[in-house]
């Protein structure tokens, strides 16, 4: 037997002979210590890479070659009321902030039916212990809660103030929450072993309707008008019809339990598990759906109601019983009022405010020459090469921009500025900033409204161009755009009975008083249904009043921080017939922001704004945790 010094020389021996006389001895690589450690090194890496590969396939859900779904996940084996917590890891997520979720029943009154998840996202109070958790819903529908509050959650700390834990959560068929609600991205044209990219939704609506909007000129007459838009419509129709029978094919199974009469159940469900057996249900609702889920909630849960805000109200008996296209008349009405205003701040801003060419110049010049802008790309839809994806600037496009920024006065500077662009001929950042939102979502916002809706005939072409027409001459200019952000327009062809369908009563007397936020030219929710929420509620509710456009958290205003902190700390409601005024935050780079040394000053009033900014684009963007590709 020899020795490994022997075996070693004998190796060595043979490496020489093999090599000719001319040439010199190479001297070894690698030891055979660092071959291992090499060895190992690269063995490690390829797991690591494997664990991203993975847990990236898990995070998007599906394999972006072929869209197959992945194994079933541990919490479909775990037992409703599981709840799971742990520190998030997302680039975006502020630190401290946490994620988890709980399992609940997919049907509340069929065990058989199996379960959900519900994602959750958690700030924790300042002050522990905490006095319980406050839910929130940043509106939509289709929009997440958790992911707002694992990045922005520091911020409704201005509202609340520092003694509740703020829960966000994405409602079910939303976000993180499963089953998710992917009717297009779970789509693979072919069969289920295509090997085609994913189609999107987006994929879908690309260079149709549903992505360059209704196209129309102004200053025609009703009949004119009428003329140009039945032939969109009819398109409109099928591609409606289309993408609805897409969903039922692929959700099916999964989209009749899906709407907000679960979803109020489910936060009833999470506020005991977190809370306590019977636990007060504390909940701030924003912008129209978290308004209309939160009157869900306090009708359904009366006697449960703890503290509830809910800001920029929606008329929740339309909601459930009015068909969609019929909507708009009553949800329009404030919303030339607030257009009016944005230009008057806008003549106000002067150079701050990049439509206007001199300070104080007339709003209606300004209107003119933006509409007039409007009116071109109708009859001449602008080049757009230099985009991600190179395509035209329509006035559908354009009609559907303005729109959604009478929703967030305080980002009218930047609107304003990227429409002077696009009115000296570039519109790229513009298509950059529609295609991006175009792939943020699917179907799921759809498939919320639709369920809570009532089952009707699709009217005609001819019958919805009609009303539409009406309005447009009667109410609002807007009312085209409102239907392209909406996200009921298919609702007459969903496919889809839900299992279960709350239509009221509206008028429960509740076991708290909860807080209604209302403004004067909300252009989407307008005062009025606060007043008649309020009427209806009797003593249960208590309605402010905030003179600015849009819901209240959209221009920033400490008179409302200060009634809503003061009513979550200590129950108290302001007194009747309350009116607040906005607080905009002053320019950037004026000294109100900034300290002796330059530093931005951290406020109450700058967080408020900060807040809306976040509020605004989270929306716009939905959950952003597509697939990958278009």
């Known amino acids: 037997m020899t020795t490994p010094e022997k075996d070693t020389e004998i190796e060595e021996s043979t490496t020489a002979q093999s090599i000719p006389p001319s040439q010199p001895k190479p001297l070894p690589l690698f030891t055979r210590n660092q071959t291992i450690v090499l060895v190992l090194g690269v063995v490690l890496l390829a797991l690591s890479n494997l664990y991203d590969y993975y847990r990236y396939q898990y995070y998007y859900k599906y394999d972006d070659a072929t869209c197959h779904r992945p ?28 994620c988890g979720y709980i399992v609940v029943p997919k049907d509340y009154h069929d065990v058989q039916a199996g379960v959900a998840k519900v994602a959750l996202g958690r700030v924790k109070a300042v002050n522990q212990p905490s006095k319980g958790a406050i839910l929130f819903n940043p509106g939509g529908p289709g929009v997440s809660g958790k992911s707002f509050i694992t990045r922005y959650g520091y911020l409704l700390q201005t509202l609340v103030g520092n003694d509740y834990d703020i829960v966000g959560f994405d409602p079910r068929g939303v976000g993180d929450s499963e089953p998710k609600i992917q009717c297009f991205t779970n789509y693979a044209p072919g069969g289920e072993h295509t090997t085609k990219p994913c189609y999107t939704h987006g994929t879908f609506a690309y260079n149709t309707v549903l992505d360059r ?55 009833a469900a999470i506020a005991e598990r977190l809370d306590g057996k019977n636990a007060p249900i504390n909940y701030l609702g924003l912008s129209s759906y978290g308004s209309i889920l939160g009157q869900y909630v306090v009708n359904m849960f009366p006697d449960r109601v703890g503290r509830v805000v809910l800001d920029g109200i929606a008329n929740v008996s339309s909601w459930t019983t009015e068909p969609q296209y019929l909507r708009y008349r009553r949800m329009l009405t404030s919303a030339e009022d607030a257009y009016s205003a944005i230009l008057s701040k806008c003549s106000e801003m002067g150079s701050e405010c990049s439509l206007a060419k001199f300070p104080h110049e007339d709003p209606q010049i300004i209107k003119h020459r933006l509409e007039g802008f409007l009116n071109d790309l109708y009859y001449s839809p602008m080049p757009v090469p230099d985009a991600l994806r190179p395509t035209i600037y329509t006035s559908g496009q354009a009609w559907k921009y303005l729109f959604s920024t009478l929703k967030s006065p305080y980002s009218w500077s930047s609107t304003a500025h990227s429409l002077a662009v696009a009115m000296d001929g570039d519109a790229t950042g513009l298509i950059d900033h529609l295609d991006f939102e175009n792939y943020a979502f699917d179907l799921e916002g759809s498939a919320i409204v639709c369920n809570d809706g009532p089952r009707f005939e699709p009217p005609s072409a001819e019958d919805t161009v009609d009303e539409y027409v009406d309005v447009f001459g009667s109410v609002s200019r807007f009312v085209f755009a409102a239907v392209m952000t909406e996200r009921d327009a298919g609702c007459q062809f969903w496919p889809v009975t839900p299992t279960e369908r709350f239509v009221g009563p509206w008028n429960r007397t509740l076991r708290n008083p909860i807080l209604l936020i209302s403004n004067e030219v909300d252009p989407t929710s307008p005062v009025s249904n606060g007043r008649e929420l309020e009427e209806m509620l009797a003593g249960s509710a208590r309605l402010i009043v905030q003179k600015t456009p849009a819901f209240s958290v959209s221009l920033p205003s400490l008179c409302i921080a200060n009634h809503m902190s003061a009513y979550f700390t200590n129950g108290t409601l302001p007194d009747e017939g309350s009116v607040c005024a906005a607080d905009p935050p002053p320019p950037p780079g004026t000294e109100d922001e900034e300290d002796e040394w330059g530093m931005f000053v951290d406020t109450p009033l700058s967080r408020l704004g900060e807040l809306d900014s976040a509020l605004h684009l989270h929306r716009e963007r939905g959950y952003l945790q597509t697939s990958g590709c278009r």
């Open 71 to 98: 194994p079933d996940p541990i919490w479909k084996k775990e037992r409703v009321g599981t709840v799971k917590w742990e520190e998030c890891y997302g680039p975006s997520d502020f630190l401290g902030t946490e």
């Open 213 to 267: 909007g209704y196209e129309f000129p102004l200053n025609v007459s009703q009949e004119e008008l009428r003329q140009v838009l039945l032939p969109q419509q009819r398109r409109l129709y099928a591609l409606l019809k289309t993408e609805m029978e897409v969903c039922a094919r692929v959700m099916g199974e999964e989209l009749p339990y899906v709407g907000t009469t679960t979803v109020a159940r489910d936060v």
